[in-house]
């Protein structure tokens, strides 16, 4: 019963990460010890596993072989984690932006140090894959967007990208889109389809599904194979991703261009981090550094509680 509230709660955790424009659920599920085990669960459920299960066992042997209460418990919790971060999350973001982006950027410090410790050795390859991991995030956190497309096989392999990078620590699906030009037309398309059930905005959403759906199956596999047999390596390139997605959560920003979002309101687009001194605005500096410490004191506790906790 303990493995299951605690499960239900790092869902929880997953799901509140995700509201947060650069953060993924990705590294929360692996500072809390579930990462491999979510990936290989993905791997099962959108592969062929499944149905060899059913076959041997019926519907036992498929809800084992799709790991059922660990990927229900874990949406579950997901979903209220969602559900809460739309009413507090976004709260914050709109009332004390750079107390949470700097509470998030402690969060992501630490995590980087948790996940760079699961190195067993260090190595050239392993520096090289940490060095690469970082400027390719960070270059993801600056780079320009483009200009995106309507064709179908781009909406597809849109989907397939950005929940790719979902699973990955350190890089947001969201800002995937925003970067691919995507995410001015999917959001609203998707508002479209669910508000009218208009036939065209129907489709874009279903192959933008599927490009998902590829995505996942695709991505679980190569993620589960690196793991097994590259695991160090694997997670340096991952620690690489956390170190460069930092320049996104910096909490002095200041905005260069702006974007209308799917409700018509202004929202920040293009921004530069900035020294506190060059901060449009109170730079708060105290209490920044302060919320830092929170989210990477927080970080060692679920370090902590993860470790004394029984294997699923």
């Known amino acids: 019963m303990m493995n299951r509230i605690s499960l239900l709660l790092k869902g929880m955790a997953m799901g509140i990460a995700e509201v947060i424009p650069g953060v993924s659920g990705g590294t929360i599920a692996f500072i809390s010890g579930i990462y491999e085990e979510l990936i290989d669960t993905i791997k099962a459920v ?11 066992g019926g519907i036992k042997g498929f809800w084992e072989a799709a790991n059922g209460n660990f990927i229900i418990t874990l949406l579950s919790g997901m979903v209220l984690g969602v559900v809460g971060g739309v009413f507090t999350i976004v709260h914050l973001l709109e009332t004390y932006p750079q107390l949470l982006w700097s509470f998030f950027f402690g969060l992501i410090v630490a995590s980087a140090i948790y996940m760079g410790r699961q190195v067993v050795s260090w190595g050239p390859v392993e520096i090289i894959s940490v060095l690469f991991g970082t400027v390719l995030a960070y270059y993801i956190t600056v780079a320009s967007p483009s200009q995106g497309s309507e064709s179908l096989v781009f909406v ?21 889109l925003l970067l691919l030009g995507m995410y001015t037309f999917i959001l609203p398309t998707v508002k479209e389809a669910l508000k009218t059930l208009d036939p065209s905005a129907l489709v874009i959403v279903g192959v933008f599904g599927f490009g998902c759906l590829f995505g996942l199956a695709t991505f679980s596999r190569v993620l ?8 160090n390596i694997t997670i340096a390139l991952l620690t690489g991703f956390l170190i460069g997605s930092l320049n996104k959560l910096w909490p002095w920003r200041n905005v ?3 974007r209308t979002n799917s409700k018509g309101e202004t929202v ?16 708060q500096i105290f209490l920044v550094i302060v919320m830092m410490v929170v989210g990477f004191v927080v970080i060692l506790g ?11």
Do not use: C, M, N
């Open 156 to 176: 597809f392999f849109s989907g397939a990208i950005a929940i790719s990078a979902l699973i990955l620590p350190g890089i947001s699906g969201s800002f995937i």
């Open 46 to 56: 959108l592969g062929p596993a499944i149905f060899k299960g059913f076959k041997t």
């Open 302 to 312: 679920l370090e902590r509680f993860s470790t004394q906790q029984p294997e699923q």
């Open 268 to 283: 920040p687009f293009l921004e530069k981090s900035v020294l506190p001194a060059q901060f449009d605005g109170d730079p």
């Open 224 to 231: 589960s194979w690196t793991f097994k047999h590259y695991r």
């Open 256 to 258: 260069l261009e702006y």
